[in-house]
Each structure stands twice: as C-alpha cells, then as structure tokens.
T-cell receptor, first 111, second 114 residues
Framework: GESVGLHLPTLSVQEGDNSIINCAYS??????FIWYKQESGKGPQFIID?????DKRQGQRVTVLLNKTVKHLSLQIAATQPGDSAVYFC??????????FGGGTRLMVKP | DSGVTQTPKHLITATGQRVTLRCSPR?????VYWYQQSLDQGLQFLIQ???????AKGNILERFSAQQFPDLHSELNLSSLELGDSALYFC?????????????FGSGTQLSVL
C-alpha cells in the first residue's frame, strides 16, 4: 500500500545550525500533512501542518515546505536548540479520516 | 500538557490476558483516535470514534475492540494478549468536526506482555 517515508533515520546537527528533515509521500491524493515531534517518554506533539493548496507555511522557528510535483515534504528548524532533540514524524491524510505516519527521523543536537 | 489523559501509564501482564486502556479527550473534542507504536511498525492507526460512534478503522486486530462512552472518554480493550502486542498505545483527540485536524496525543500507555 501507499505510505509515507523518510530519507534519513538520524540527523545530527550543531546547536545553532538549521535543520532540515525530509519526508516523501506516495499518494498524490493526500491533501493534508502534519509534522509531529516526539520526545522520549512522551506522546507526539503537533508542530505544524499544511494543506495541499499551499507550498509553504511558517511557524515559530519552523517552516514546512510542500512540493507536490515530487511528492516531498520538509521541515526546517531554524537555529536548532538542544530542546529540539527528538524524533520527528511526518503524517499525511490520504484515506479520508486517517493519518498515516512516516517511520520517523531522530534529530540529535550537539552542543 | 496536551489535555488528553491516558491511564494507566504502564501495564505489565501475561500472554492470554485481557487489559483495558482508558483515554479522556481534551475538553470539547468529540473525536478519539487510538494508535499503536512499536519499534518495528512505527505509529499505526487502530480506530477512531466520533461522538460515540465508530468513524474509521485501521489495522486493528479482531482481538482488540474499543468504544466511546457518552461522556466521550474511550476505552481500548485488548484480549488474548500475545508477546507481539507489547507496544506503546496512544490516544489522540481532535476538534468538533470529526474530520482529520491536528491531533493532540496523550502520553501513552506502555504495555508489556510477558
């Protein structure tokens, strides 16, 4: 079946640098995408979402980019901080009322 | 704090047993979703309830069942437990429309089947 996937399982960045986490999706009918952050021992925490009629959306220190042509989603974190260390999941709404999650990328921030 | 409450936080039981996981959604949310998170499967959608009615079903085993009560809290029942059922079980809730919106997740129940 179609699924959401991630290119890099682990990303290590220096504190203060920008981070880019990538996600590929395969269902061109998906119309809603979300990024979640999951810290150890906690549930996933909503970061930012984007609908398919947009190609960019900005939040506080985060930007999500959507490229429908190549079915690619990315999360950019500016000035990465130690508190950003977590696993990041992208998710897509591709079957009515169901979110399909990618496998996750672990972000490690080096001080 | 997401506002979604899950109990218990940890559950240790034996194969063949039955357990019940409980979830209280955020105030005002009508939808409750259940997800299973294991190391080799990631986050898997199990089932959604909206205002007491089943709305969507994912990869939920026949040994598992759920319900949502009039006060909107939900329970996930897992029976005839197997070793492979060991996982983190998350509940999430979303707003009044019943459509996919940003989900707010609880802290999860860690189930260990020995």
């Amino acid at each position: 079946g179609e699924s959401v996937g991630l290119h890099l399982p682990t990303l290590s960045v220096q504190e203060g640098d920008n981070s880019i986490i990538n996600c590929a999706y395969s269902n061109s009918a998906s119309d809603y995408f979300i990024w979640y952050k999951q810290e150890s021992g906690k549930g996933p925490q909503f970061i930012i979402d984007i609908r398919s009629n947009m190609d960019k959306r900005q939040g506080q220190r985060v930007t999500v980019l959507l490229n429908k042509t190549v079915k690619h989603l990315s999360l950019q974190i500016a000035a990465t901080q130690p508190g950003d260390s977590a696993v990041y999941f992208c998710a897509e709404n591709n079957a009515g009322n169901m979110l399909t999650f990618g496998g996750g990328t672990r972000l490690m921030v080096k001080p | 704090d997401s506002g979604v409450t899950q109990t218990p936080k940890h559950l240790i039981t034996a194969t063949g047993q039955r357990v019940t996981l409980r979830c209280s959604p955020r105030s005002g949310d009508l939808s409750v979703y259940w997800y299973q998170q294991s190391l080799d499967q990631g986050l898997q959608f199990l089932i959604q309830y909206y205002n007491g009615e089943e709305r969507a079903k994912g990869n939920i085993l026949e040994r598992f069942s759920a319900q949502q009560f009039p006060d909107l809290h939900s329970e996930l029942n897992l029976s005839s437990l197997e070793l492979g059922d060991s996982a983190l079980y998350f509940c999430a809730s979303s707003g009044p429309t019943g459509n996919i919106e940003k989900l707010f997740f609880g802290s999860g129940t860690q189930l260990s089947v020995l």
